[in-house]
Each structure stands twice: as structure tokens, then as C-alpha cells.
């Protein structure tokens, strides 16, 4: 039997801008081996990002205790932050790998093929960023997602920069003063100027790390986080009901601002929200199954 003859593997990973994660499956979905490992963005360079990935999935392939013939039979898919940045693409697939077959995807995509079991649907993610993002017979469909501080609206980092520019009017006098503008000036010892000289190095995730503050304010009945957490969550009702008006049948909500946020939605928007199946790496294991069959099929 050649090395490539027997069973298939599929492995999954899912590379995103915290974390990357790994996990190897057999042809029945049993779980045999999983892996983590640090940041993988094409945004740290392709270098770096595919050295996550194979730390994740290097742990994957240890525990599940494979060596080379094993991993000539697994199909690997990989769903990764950043992949849309010019040149990605080509140059993640110019790596040498040890796999049967290997697919690249976005993280979103991965998300969105997992959170529907890889049928047709769409997820909007509010996270640090925001977007919506699916696939409907066949089209991919994107609305928003273009970038901090110019899109990315309903995020934990547009919070963030909304809470800022309230508490900077409210210590000018332009508006009401609340305790979330109170405590968010605290934070800049009620300077102005420290604002302005955290603005100059603050990233979009320095942003969002106020968004827990905003909304616990707001939830406690914060005039200034109810006004701002509302705004947030228009924003995010405006992306799921483009998605449906754009053909998707089903839509998830996901992210670490998915649960918070989500009791702020219109009802009509709650009401048609449909929980996630799986996870990303399930997304990308969908993927590397899709390619092992794409694979078998120009086979015979």
C-alpha cells in the first residue's frame, strides 16, 4: 500500500488575529488531535502566519500521533485572517507542505462555512471589527468589514472610539456628563492631552478593550452607554438584514460582542438569528473534505 493509499484525514485550522487552532478528524468526524498556537495573520507577514499555523497544527499531528504516511493521506484546510491582502494567496500557496491536498480560505469564511454546516448562510461577526459575510448559490456576499476607523461599525473598537469622543464633549461641557464618560476620562487622569496622546498610538484593539466598560455602563442604564450601545446595535441589525435582502437564507451571529449586543437587536433581527452549527476549524475541516472530494472526483 503507497503512502497515499488507505483512509483520509482532514485537518483544520483556523488562523485569526488572537490565535490559531488546530484539529485533525478521520473520515467518520472523530476528533484525533488538536493544537493552539499564537497569532496568525497575513497582517504579521506570511512568514509569521505560517509559523503559527504549523505550531497548531504540528501539535495536532503529535497528539494524534502521525507521522509521514499519515499526513500524505490528510487534506488540510485553512482558514486564515488577512488571506484578501494582495499577494497572500500566491505566496501561502508557494510554502511546501506535508499534506495530500491544501485550500486557503478567510477566517470569516471558514466561520460562516462551519456556522452552517458548509451550506448556504451568512454570519455577522462582531468582534473587534465588524462584517457580514456568505455564501448564497454559489456567490460570496460581503457587506462592511472594510477597516477600523472608516467601517467596522457596531464593533467593539467603533464603541470604543464613540465612548472617547463622549467623554472628550462631556468634559468640555457639550454634553452630559455619566459615569461611563466620568470613567473613561479617569482613565486619561481628565486630561484631554493624554487622550490625544493615547489616540496617536491606539489601535483598533485599544479601542475595543472599552467596549466591556461601555457595556456594563450601559446595561446599568447609562444614558451615554444605553445612546452608544443602541447605535452599536442598529449597526449590526443593518448588517444582518442587508445580508437576508442580498438571498441568505440563514444568518449567525458571532463574535465576543455577539452574546452582549444581542438583547439590544430589533426583535425581527433576534428573531431570525439562527445559532452557529460548528466552529471555524469545523469550517475548515468542511473545506479540506470539499477538496478530497473535488480531489477523488478528477481522479476517476
Not at 504579521?44 to 499555523?53: E, K, Q
Not at 476607523?149 to 462631556?170: F, M, N, T, W
Not at 465576543?256 to 445559532?275: F, H
Request: proline share 4%.
Amino acid at each position: 500500500m503507497s503512502a497515499a493509499s488507505g483512509p483520509h484525514f482532514y485537518l483544520g485550522v483556523d488562523g485569526g488575529g488572537t490565535g490559531c487552532r488546530a484539529r485533525i478528524e478521520d473520515e467518520a468526524g472523530n476528533v484525533l488531535g488538536q493544537g493552539l498556537s499564537g497569532p496568525a495573520t497575513t497582517r504579521l507577514g506570511i512568514d509569521v502566519a505560517w509559523a503559527s499555523i504549523a505550531r497548531a497544527f504540528g501539535a495536532a499531528t503529535e497528539e494524534a500521533g502521525f507521522g509521514p504516511a499519515e499526513l500524505a493521506r490528510t487534506y488540510a484546510g485553512v482558514g486564515l485572517a488577512g488571506i484578501g491582502r494582495k499577494g497572500a494567496l500566491e505566496a501561502l500557496q508557494a510554502i511546501g507542505h506535508p499534506f495530500r491536498g491544501i485550500a486557503f480560505t478567510s477566517d470569516g469564511m471558514g466561520a460562516c462555512l462551519g456556522a452552517h454546516s458548509g451550506r448556504d448562510g451568512a454570519i455577522v461577526i462582531a468582534g473587534t471589527g465588524s462584517i457580514g459575510l456568505g455564501f448564497v448559490e454559489g456567490r460570496d456576499l460581503r457587506v462592511g468589514g472594510y477597516g477600523f476607523p472608516i467601517s467596522d461599525e457596531g464593533s467593539g473598537a467603533d464603541l470604543g472610539l464613540k465612548a472617547v469622543q463622549l467623554a472628550l464633549r462631556a468634559h468640555d461641557g457639550r454634553q452630559d456628563r455619566s459615569a461611563l464618560l466620568t470613567e473613561i476620562m479617569q482613565r486619561f487622569h481628565d486630561d484631554p492631552m493624554e487622550a490625544v496622546a493615547w489616540m496617536d498610538r491606539a489601535t483598533a484593539t485599544d479601542y475595543a478593550a472599552l467596549a466591556p466598560t461601555v457595556m456594563r455602563h450601559a446595561d446599568q442604564g447609562d444614558a451615554a452607554g444605553r445612546r452608544i450601545v443602541q447605535s452599536a446595535a442598529e449597526q449590526i441589525d443593518t448588517l444582518v438584514r442587508t445580508l437576508f435582502d442580498k438571498g441568505a437564507p440563514r444568518v449567525t451571529l458571532l463574535g465576543g460582542l455577539a452574546s452582549p449586543l444581542e438583547p439590544w437587536l430589533a426583535p425581527d433581527v433576534r428573531r431570525r438569528l439562527k445559532p452557529a452549527d460548528g466552529d471555524a476549524v469545523s469550517g475548515a475541516i468542511i473545506l479540506a473534505r470539499r477538496l478530497a472530494r473535488e480531489a477523488s472526483a478528477s481522479d476517476k
